[in-house]
């Protein structure tokens, strides 16, 4: 629906000379900005299920514990958490831009009101297992809609708050969850947590099914469908690109996107070691540590994802990345604890001026026909970085002192922040409409 050109163009230019598939459609003021309005279901919804998910984070190895399992089995189930997000976030994407962005959002919380009540009720690590795995792939479909959501109603020069807004609720969620989840836990048992999640994601889909309007045009759903139409009978139309070449396109962003998801998962199990072993302290204050970067996320992205709709956003993701090696870097040079607290605050205040920065580089370099497949395409590899990082560690971890991790994770993400110098460009014109839809819409 935005004809304005993004701020960046990325890798050598990654829409010029491609054919525009279609040009999107503009929806009259007034109704625009009721429907932008209604989309703040959207940060309500995202925060509600991130409270879900943190409600039972402490609850699994209590659970698993009492049924005479332990951490492989955790471990599993959240590796399956994570496979099947990563497969299926662009199969998502896809349908979204098929099917509608609403659909995609409402099939995410019903799914997780389902895996939930499911797992408040079976006792076998086989189904805790299976059903993680369903769940990962049910609400893998949420944030690419959402975020492309955002892209189809948000002005341009305001897409960086409402990112700010989306990772408010999303980390100010996880950061909630974990004490209402203990709390439950101890007055009422295993169920209760699981039942309040459900009912945290029954609410969100009610109000979405009423509130939250579909912001993917017509017009849109019919060209794809049209395409579909055009392939089963073997004819070429409009000019498209694969999903496969969307990610090509788009790589220097996703691989920006890769490394600096990577870097915590890879260095966070060596810390509450690294803390008692080495420098000694208590897991109460390793606790405060985590709990200083988790608040400042919390916090810092309502302010600074302002930042993104009047500065260069090349600049803050250049700065947030480097601000991401604080933490490692003082765990691996700085054991005082109160620079270790201001650490942790300053790699928040670098996650804080990232996310936002480069999600909406992200939206500004796509049309109303490739959004939310990019936005899919961006969610698996998120997910890949999230499976892969402690994978790394458990296989490097026998073999590399928490010092040596330390030192991996800075270089890494200091090489992110040398990358994103590199390959992100200075504002050009260009247009969001020059890259088409992939084919794999169809």
Known sequence: MHTTSPEHKIASNITEGIPADTTTTSPPAAQEQRKTRALFILPA??????????????????????????????ALMEGAFGLGTFLFSTPMGVLANRFGRKPLVLLALI???????????????????????????????????SMAMVGDAVPLEKQGRWMGVMTTAQAGGIALGPAIGGVLYQSWGFTSP?????????????????LLPETLPEQVRAQAQLRK???????????????????????PLLLIDLGAVFVYPFSLPQYPFFFEKTLHYDAAQYGLIISAYGLTLAVFPLILGRLSDM??????????CLLGAALNLAMLLLHQYALLIAAAVITGVGSALYMPAISTIYLNATSDQNRSQLMG?????????????PLA????????????????????????????????????????????APNGDR
């Open 229 to 251: 139409e055009e392939k089963q009978r073997g004819e070429k139309g409009h000019a498209t690109t694969s999903l496969v070449s969307l990610a090509l396109l788009f790589a």
């Open 311 to 320: 500065l260069p956003k090349k600049l803050l993701v250049v700065l947030g």
């Open 377 to 389: 395409i961006r969610s698996t590899a998120i997910s890949l970085a999230l499976l892969l990082a």
């Open 111 to 145: 799914g997780f009101i389902l895996t939930n009540l499911m797992l408040a009720f079976v006792n076998g690590p086989l189904f805790f297992i299976g059903i993680r795995f369903l769940e990962g792939a049910l609400v893998a479909g949420f944030m690419p809609a």
């Open 45 to 74: 919804s995202l925060a509600l299920i991130m409270t879900g998910f943190g409600i039972i984070i402490p609850v699994f190895p209590q659970r698993l514990e009492a049924l005479g399992l332990g951490a492989g089995t955790l």
């Open 194 to 210: 699981f039942l309040l999640s459900a009912a945290f994601a029954l609410v969100s889909s009610l109000l979405a099914l009423v």
């Open 393 to 436: 560690q458990a296989a490097a971890g026998p073999w590399i002192t928490p010092p040596i991790t330390f030192a991996i994770a800075s270089g890494l993400s200091i090489v992110m922040t040398l990358f994103a110098a590199i390959v992100l460009k200075n504002p050009q014109q260009n247009t969001p409409e020059n890259t088409p």
